[in-house]
């Protein structure tokens, strides 16, 4: 911050305080809490220093000063709008004021109280920052060019580059201004952060470490551990980490505070989201994202659609996000359009030169070939990335989707069996798929059962058509006649007579071929009993001759 730092005066004769001095502690002087960093206890200075009379010159541009890097940006800004007003003003206070603007998002008041500031380093790169934040590509690079080879400039720089998902751009200048001031220990925290979006876990740990070996109390970097925790282990191991956070964030710290809050959400699985994340939407980036996500893991795909739908999307998450929201409300109502849009939005990110290589920009360039149902691409992108999914459910459920629709009925089964949510079982894409790869893998019993287990409904009798006519196609004439002999049944349309009738004589083939056992005739004969047909009774005549032939007992 640009401040006029003169240091408190030093009176010559003891103020009247000064007998209580004595007797009691030293009362701290200003410059030892800033050194300390104890703005707290510099603003209750100030503010004692206010009460008895003894405030002096730059108390009011202090006191702004410690509320700004408190985090209290409301009381930051009461100070500077309050200064502003004043006859003999110190100019500089426009770029500090326009900073605390920023802070509180309030970006139009940040630029027009910037340029009201004398021209300077700190405008220039508050002018860049608002810039990127107005998608003003025109007044960025003019700012750009404005940016000197000082650490002030150039950690600017990094920053933007980081905020534009230029991560690898933004590790380097970090690394290069570490190499000469090695003192800057808190540039270990932004490295580290950059590898986290790198999908670096173990990289980002090994960097923060040497960060919280001198700060272990760091609110960010505790932070920044456990996202790391929860992504290398589970929610319980980062749970853990934030543990000692929550409960020594000081009050004051308000943003640490809902920082730590709404990752609690999200290492639960959820937990509670509904009562902290709404409140953080616009104020953490990811509350929106975390939000949306939420709704569609609930299934409500509607309200995921309408919190996402007017964000204009600048990261890759955004943009993967709004491409599966784009995915379920098109799958789920049918429209092609929207699938169009998901489609469009995966292959932007799988494709670009900064996601093309990660685990999420592969992951996307399959799912956009899972919507064009070009299921071989689907195959070499999810072959890559596999070895970082294998108890993964959703993973799972796709990569065999896919292995089924390329013939590998084999390994589509056992990786279906891998999966262990029930919500995911009780789908009707993943029985009918598994039941498919039962029937091709000569496991029709294990088929039957899986519908035996339904309820009836509209899916159930998809499925008794699936095992009918898949069974039949393969020549497993006795489970596809137990199937066609349900949906005739259920429906006296006159294929389902037929299919049965062909699996019934099917199945008579293979008694006479030796393939199945004779005691198997007894229940064909019961299944075509069951139909009024005038046919029955001719089939039923000549099974019955050759089993008394054969002494089979019908």
Same mark, same amino acid.
């Given at each position: 911050?640009?401040?006029?730092?003169?240091?408190?005066?030093?009176?010559?004769?003891?103020?009247?305080?000064?007998?209580?001095?004595?007797?009691?502690?030293?009362?701290?002087?200003?410059?030892?809490?800033?050194?300390?960093?104890?703005?707290?206890?510099?603003?209750?200075?100030?503010?004692?220093?206010?009460?008895?009379?003894?405030?002096?010159?730059?108390?009011?541009?202090?006191?702004?000063?410690?509320?700004?890097?408190?985090?209290?940006?409301? =009381?930051?800004?009461?100070?500077?709008?309050?200064?502003?007003?004043?006859?003999?003003?110190?100019?500089?206070?426009?770029?500090?004021?326009?900073?605390?603007?920023?802070?509180?998002?309030?970006?139009?008041?940040?630029?027009?109280?910037?340029?009201? #500031?004398?021209?300077?380093?700190?405008?220039?790169?508050?002018?860049?920052?608002? #810039?990127?934040?107005?998608?003003?590509?025109?007044?960025?690079?003019?700012?750009?060019?404005?940016?000197?080879?000082?650490?002030?400039?150039?950690?600017?720089?990094?920053?933007?580059?980081?905020?534009?998902?230029?991560?690898?751009?933004?590790?380097?200048?970090?690394?290069?201004?570490?190499?000469?001031?090695?003192?800057?220990? #808190?540039?270990?925290?932004?490295?580290?952060?950059?590898?986290?979006?790198?999908?670096?876990?173990?990289?980002?740990?090994?960097?923060? +470490?040497?960060?919280?070996?001198?700060?272990?109390?760091?609110?960010? +970097?505790?932070?920044?551990?456990?996202?790391?925790?929860?992504?290398?282990?589970?929610?319980?191991?980062?749970?853990?980490?934030?543990?000692?956070?929550?409960?020594?964030?000081?009050?004051?710290?308000?943003?640490?505070?809902?920082?730590?809050?709404?990752?609690?959400?999200?290492?639960?699985?959820?937990?509670?989201?509904?009562?902290?994340?709404?409140?953080?939407?616009?104020?953490?980036?990811?509350?929106?994202?975390?939000?949306?996500?939420?709704?569609?893991?609930?299934?409500?795909?509607?309200?995921?659609?309408?919190?996402?739908?007017?964000?204009?999307?600048?990261?890759?998450?955004?943009?993967?996000?709004?491409?599966?929201?784009?995915?379920?409300?098109?799958?789920?109502?049918?429209?092609?359009?929207?699938?169009?849009?998901?489609?469009?939005?995966?292959?932007?990110?799988?494709?670009?030169?900064?996601?093309?290589?990660?685990?999420?920009?592969?992951?996307?360039?399959?799912?956009?070939?899972?919507?064009? =149902?070009?299921?071989?691409?689907?195959?070499?992108?999810?072959?890559?990335?596999?070895?970082?999914?294998?108890?993964? &459910?959703?993973?799972?459920?796709?990569?065999?989707?896919?292995?089924? #629709?390329?013939?590998?009925?084999?390994?589509?089964?056992?990786?279906?069996?891998?999966?262990?949510?029930?919500?995911?079982?009780? &789908?009707?894409?993943?029985?009918?798929?598994? +039941?498919?790869?039962?029937?091709?893998?000569?496991?029709?019993?294990?088929?039957?059962?899986?519908?035996?287990?339904?309820?009836?409904?509209?899916?159930?009798?998809?499925?008794?058509?699936?095992?009918?006519?898949?069974?039949?196609?393969?020549?497993?004439?006795?489970?596809?006649?137990?199937?066609?002999?349900?949906?005739?049944?259920?429906?006296?349309?006159?294929?389902?007579?037929?299919?049965?009738?062909?699996?019934?004589?099917?199945?008579?083939?293979?008694?006479?071929?030796?393939?199945?056992?004779?005691?198997?005739?007894?229940?064909?004969?019961?299944?075509?009993?069951?139909?009024?047909?005038?046919?029955?009774?001719?089939?039923?005549?000549?099974?019955?001759?050759? +089993?008394?032939?054969?002494?089979?007992?019908?």
């Amino acid at each position: 911050m640009m401040l006029s730092r003169a240091k408190p005066a030093v009176a010559d004769t003891p103020p009247p305080l000064d007998r209580r001095r004595k007797k009691g502690k030293k009362v701290p002087q200003l410059e030892e809490l800033l050194a300390l960093r104890d703005f707290t206890g510099a603003i209750a200075l100030l503010e004692f220093k206010r009460q008895v009379g003894e405030q002096e010159e730059d108390t009011d541009l202090w006191m702004g000063y410690c509320a700004f890097h408190l985090g209290d940006y409301k =009381r930051a800004l009461e100070e500077y709008e309050a200064l502003t007003k004043q006859p003999a003003c110190n100019p500089n206070v426009w770029v500090n004021l326009a900073c605390t603007y920023f802070f509180l998002g309030m970006y139009t008041q940040a630029e027009q109280a910037a340029l009201k #500031a004398p021209e300077s380093h700190l405008q220039n790169r508050l002018l860049f920052h608002l #810039a990127h934040k107005f998608s003003d590509e025109k007044k960025l690079m003019s700012s750009h060019q404005n940016l000197q080879d000082i650490t002030e400039d150039q950690l600017s720089l990094a920053s933007i580059h980081y905020m534009r998902s230029h991560y690898q751009e933004a590790i380097d200048i970090y690394k290069r201004i570490l190499l000469n001031n090695r003192e800057f220990l #808190a540039l270990n925290v932004y490295v580290a952060l950059c590898y986290y979006k790198l999908d670096y876990y173990d990289v980002s740990q090994e960097v923060l +470490a040497v960060y919280l070996q001198q700060v272990p109390d760091s609110t960010i +970097a505790l932070n920044l551990k456990a996202c790391n925790h929860f992504r290398l282990y589970n929610g319980k191991a980062a749970e853990a980490e934030l543990k000692n956070l929550t409960e020594s964030a000081s009050s004051s710290f308000e943003f640490g505070k809902e920082l730590i809050k709404h990752n609690l959400v999200v290492f639960r699985g959820g937990e509670g989201a509904l009562q902290v994340l709404p409140p953080l939407v616009d104020v953490i980036p990811e509350a929106r994202l975390n939000l949306v996500i939420y709704y569609l893991r609930q299934d409500d795909v509607q309200e995921a659609y309408n919190l996402i739908k007017d964000l204009e999307p600048t990261a890759p998450q955004e943009y993967i996000l709004k491409g599966v929201v784009n995915a379920a409300v098109g799958q789920e109502m049918g429209l092609r359009d929207h699938l169009k849009i998901a489609q469009q939005f995966f292959q932007l990110v799988g494709e670009s030169a900064s996601e093309r290589d990660t685990i999420p920009g592969r992951q996307c360039m399959s799912s956009y070939f899972f919507l064009l =149902r070009q299921f071989g691409n689907v195959l070499i992108y999810l072959n890559s990335v596999k070895s970082y999914f294998y108890n993964d &459910d959703i993973f799972n459920f796709n990569y065999a989707q896919a292995k089924a #629709a390329t013939g590998c009925f084999k390994e589509a089964e056992e990786v279906f069996l891998l999966i262990q949510s029930e919500k995911i079982k009780r &789908d009707f894409v993943y029985i009918s798929w598994l +039941a498919r790869c039962y029937i091709v893998n000569k496991k029709p019993q294990l088929a039957w059962k899986l519908y035996l287990k339904m309820e009836t409904s509209g899916d159930s009798f998809s499925l008794l058509q699936l095992i009918a006519n898949d069974c039949y196609k393969l020549r497993q004439y006795y489970y596809s006649a137990k199937a066609f002999d349900v949906l005739e049944r259920l429906d006296s349309n006159t294929e389902y007579w037929e299919g049965k009738r062909g699996a019934c004589v099917g199945v008579f083939q293979m008694i006479l071929a030796g393939q199945e056992a004779k005691e198997t005739l007894r229940e064909v004969l019961h299944l075509l009993k069951s139909t009024g047909n005038s046919q029955v009774e001719y089939i039923v005549r000549i099974m019955k001759k050759w +089993a008394k032939e054969n002494r089979v007992p019908v």
